[in-house]
């Protein structure tokens, strides 16, 4: 077993050796983790991150990789921390940040995890790699399978997903195929063929890639000179970023890096929230949701790999998990577009719209340091704007026409 890391099952704590391929349990079947050695948990990791480029590979000695010369990376991380004064404004909070992941290189923040996956993909040896999508991981991977040369399949619900996001995956080369159904019922087919063919499966049920994802927290960390947030609010589809940002908050604070730790708050669409009924309701059983819909296509998720993960999060650090509208999430597009200069897709937006049911709810203090995960650039869906405002007005190409224009339309 490698002495630096090893994955470990979050159910029964079976260990296996981290050359495995292997995305579940073979003992009970549930999740499994990266886990570092005590050797690695030390303080003295910060001066050494200080010393690098701000990527997600700063944080290596947190990063499940052996061989660093084949690393996969196109730059990613490093993405920008703003503070919102107008937003804050709108929701009576004065210390609003949002995470602008719609950064990275293909536009979410997928790419983090990707670096890592395609970088064990060929630590591991394979030479295929696939997973099913709402359309950014399948782009995300796409690109990170080309830089690498590796064959890439992608498996995307047909007509779901958003047209820049499918643009992406053709471009790049992967094979692209459209599944008659949803999201999950896409999932459950690759990961089938993942299990019986010597392809390697990307999903975030993959620990590794979650790994990659993890570096949020870092950053955000980093990005606060060190301090960690009250409350951190993230959009959850199929549950491994709350997850990862989670457990990268969790090492800081074994690391000796952090006293405190912050509140994960977890928001779903209201037509696909299995993991916010569950928590508020304190169901017994998760309920799985058939027929997910949602206009925030990437989480148009109803039953979440990663469920257990996410309620694990949710519960251990005393945060919460909250749906949103369909129009509550477009108007929070509006609203970081117009008063920020920030243009995300809807599934970000998710994160905002649940910034500000809280703070309607009373649920934030006024005080509180909040950070909102913004997880895909606005650019990547462009029908759902098209399909809220009305075309530019046309005119004749003289200055008279323009000024009798402004004059009807102050
Ligand atoms: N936001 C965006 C923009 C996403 O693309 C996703 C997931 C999420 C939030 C939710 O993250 O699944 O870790 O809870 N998109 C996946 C995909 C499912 O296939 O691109 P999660």
Redesign the pocket.
């Known amino acids: 077993m490698s002495e630096r890391y090893y994955l470990t099952c979050i159910g029964c704590g079976s260990k296996y050796d981290p050359n495995n391929i292997i995305y579940k349990c073979y003992r009970c079947g549930d999740l499994l983790s990266v886990e570092y050695s005590g050797e690695v948990m030390k303080a003295e990791i910060a001066s050494k991150w200080n010393l690098r480029d701000f990527t997600v590979w700063r944080y290596a000695e947190l990063l499940p990789v052996s061989d660093k010369s084949k690393i996969v990376s196109l730059g990613e991380g490093g993405t920008s921390l703003n503070k919102c004064v107008r937003l804050g404004c709108e929701a009576s909070l004065k210390n609003i940040y949002v995470k602008n992941e719609g950064e990275n290189p293909t536009g ?1 923040f ?1 790419d983090r995890g990707m670096t890592v996956g395609v970088t064990k993909a060929l630590e591991l040896g394979m030479k295929r790699v696939a997973c099913a ?6 782009a995300s991977l796409a690109a990170y399978a080309a830089r690498a040369g590796l064959e890439c399949m992608v498996l995307i619900p047909s007509g779901k997903v958003a047209f820049g996001k499918l643009i992406q995956a053709i471009v790049h080369g992967a094979k692209v195929i459209q599944v008659k159904g949803n ?1 999950d019922e896409a999932l459950k087919i690759v990961e089938e063929i993942c299990a019986t063919q010597p392809v390697y499966l990307l999903n ?1 049920i993959n620990p590794y890639r979650l790994e990659g994802q993890k570096t949020i927290a870092f950053e955000i960390w980093d990005q606060l000179h060190h301090n960690v947030p009250d409350k951190v609010i993230v ?8 997850s990862a940002i989670w457990k990268g908050f969790k090492e800081l604070y074994a690391a000796g890096l952090t006293e405190k730790l912050p509140e994960m708050i977890g928001i779903q669409a209201e037509g696909a929230a299995p993991i916010a009924t569950f928590i508020r309701e304190r169901l017994e059983k998760i309920r799985f949701v058939e027929k997910p819909e949602t206009v925030a296509t ?2 148009r ?1 109803g039953s979440p790999v990663n469920w257990k993960k996410a309620v694990r999060a949710i519960e251990e650090s005393n945060g919460l998990a909250e749906t949103v509208s369909d129009e509550e999430i477009l108007s929070a597009q509006r609203l970081l577009a117009q008063r920020e200069g920030i243009f995300v ?1 809807p ?2 937006a998710a994160a905002v719209a649940g910034l500000i049911k809280l703070a309607d709810m009373k649920l934030i203090d006024r005080d509180e340091v909040v950070v909102c995960i913004l ?2 650039h606005g650019l990547k869906d462009p029908d759902i704007i098209l399909k809220q405002f009305s075309k530019p007005v046309e005119i004749e190409a003289d200055i008279g026409a323009l000024i009798k224009m402004l004059s009807l339309n102050p």
């Open positions: 979410s997928k999508s709402t359309g950014n991981t399948s999201f975030s959009p959850v589809g199929n549950a491994g970023n709350i990437a989480i998720i897709e599934a970000g997880t895909g």
